[in-house]
């Protein structure tokens, strides 16, 4: 009899779990390592929009590291939204303390710093109680909640963007004693994590071919489970649009600029670039538009020509007023959303080659190319003096509008879910 019973009782679920992926219902439990809202900056930006491409067709579970109080106001609206939410938000000094406890046992750091009790507890609650068929982690952060507490059958699908420990590397490379060292032993602590990670998840994803490359030199046994799924761009939100005229040539950036590779970028560009372009155009203004300026940044609007805007609630007003939108980047890592962005709205860019990665737009017809301090300045010029390309706005935006907007894009997610849940089916029949 008990035999019969348990029989009869997984005949009963695999029927639910047909039921269910026949209508293309799946419980979904969605991890972020930052709240996804408002989508306004790069990592939250792609995971707003796979989050709710997923909902229109699933149950969705969200969970949330929240590193910043303001974030909390969300939650209301998120829980609402989908079938449930939770944002933990985690203190300086809860945030110190799990960076302490990184530096004794030899975790990474960018990992440890995401640890939140509450937010450990709802995830364990939603493993338990709803047992989806689907956890998707967004950056791999996060995956330190669900690796080998997964319930049998649940699939995991590992977001990793960008291969981070290239980063490291970058970093590494580039800075002095200690601050080397201590990048270094991030970048092997890491590797180590994100192998495990790879070898736990069911495919792993990744926003460029160079990226799922850097990816499976670190973790070359989980390779095979690497998939290309790209960013894409909101076209209708991002088109063009007209601001008011003025007497400057405007040069702008947009970025979070507490962030490393766009600090070294509008620096590079500030002291390098900027003197040579006022040589040709003094009317020249560099814009530097994004939240969190450091020190360092903030000091550059003592040269001449530099405009620290800040923050700002839009940033398309700026984008509009452009003549030229630039991605002086020396450190990249993955697709630029500020790139896409500037093409989306018909400005001409101008971009480092490791800016364009992952986009695949003609130099000279579609974007601009600068390899180099000389290179960048005359395609600065050219645009300013009117010597490059009339329509070279204009094939941006059909290039975006060609092969990156999200609708298309997420096309490869939908059919990496509907395989992954689809084996999850036969298992159950079986």
């Known amino acids: 009899m008990g035999l019969w019973r348990g029989v009869r009782g997984r005949e009963n679920e695999a029927k639910r779990v047909v039921f269910r992926l026949i209508g293309r219902m799946a419980k979904i439990l969605f991890l972020a390592h930052r709240v996804p809202f408002p989508p306004n900056k790069g990592d939250k930006i792609r995971a707003f929009h796979i989050l709710e491409h997923l909902s229109r067709n699933h149950q969705v579970w969200l969970g949330a590291s929240a590193d910043d109080a303001a974030d909390m106001q969300h939650l209301a609206m998120a829980k609402g939204r ?3 939410a939770c944002f933990g938000l985690t203190t300086r000094l809860g945030r110190a303390a799990n960076m302490a406890l990184a530096a004794l046992t030899g975790a990474p750091m960018s990992v440890t710093r995401f640890r939140q009790r509450d937010l450990a507890r709802w995830i364990e609650t939603v493993l338990r109680e709803v047992e989806p068929d689907l956890v998707y982690v967004y950056s791999s952060a996060l995956a330190q909640y669900v690796v080998g507490r997964l319930p049998p059958g649940t699939g995991l699908v590992m977001d990793f963007v960008d ?19 201590i990048y270094a032993r991030e970048l092997n602590s890491l590797v180590r994590y994100e192998r495990r990670v790879l070898e736990a998840a069911h495919a792993g994803i990744l926003v460029s071919q160079t990226e799922c490359r850097l990816q499976a030199g670190f973790a070359p046994r989980g390779a095979a489970k690497l998939h290309m799924i790209p960013n894409g761009v909101d076209a209708g939100y991002f088109q063009p649009g007209t ?18 590779p766009n600090i070294d970028a509008v620096r590079w560009f500030a002291h390098d670039l900027l003197p040579g372009i006022r040589l040709d155009c003094p009317e020249a203004v560099f814009q530097i538009v994004g939240a969190k300026p450091t020190a360092e940044v903030l000091a550059l609007g003592g040269l001449p020509g530099v405009e620290i805007v800040g923050a700002v609630p839009d940033i398309r007003p700026y984008l ?19 790139v896409l962005e500037g093409m989306a709205v018909g400005k001409p860019v101008v971009a480092t080659p490791q800016a364009l990665d992952g986009i695949d737009a003609i130099a000279g017809r579609d974007v601009l190319v600068g390899a180099g301090s000389e290179e960048f300045i005359a395609a600065v010029t050219d645009v300013l003096r009117g010597r490059a390309a009339a329509d070279l706005g204009a094939r941006a935006r059909d290039y975006v509008l060609a092969r990156h907007r999200w609708e298309e894009t997420l096309v490869a997610l939908d059919e990496l879910v509907t395989r992954l849940l689809h084996e999850k089916l036969a298992q159950a029949a079986a």
């Open 243 to 260: 601001a008011p005229a003025g007497p400057m040539a405007r040069i702008v950036f947009t970025g979070t600029m507490d962030y490393l």
């Open 163 to 181: 291969a981070d420990a290239e980063k490291w590397r970058a970093y590494a490379a580039k800075a002095r004693v200690p601050a080397r060292w």
């Open 82 to 84: 989908y079938a449930d």
């Open 320 to 338: 509009f007023g452009a003549d030229v939108i630039v991605a002086p980047l020396r450190i990249a890592r993955g697709i630029q959303n500020k």
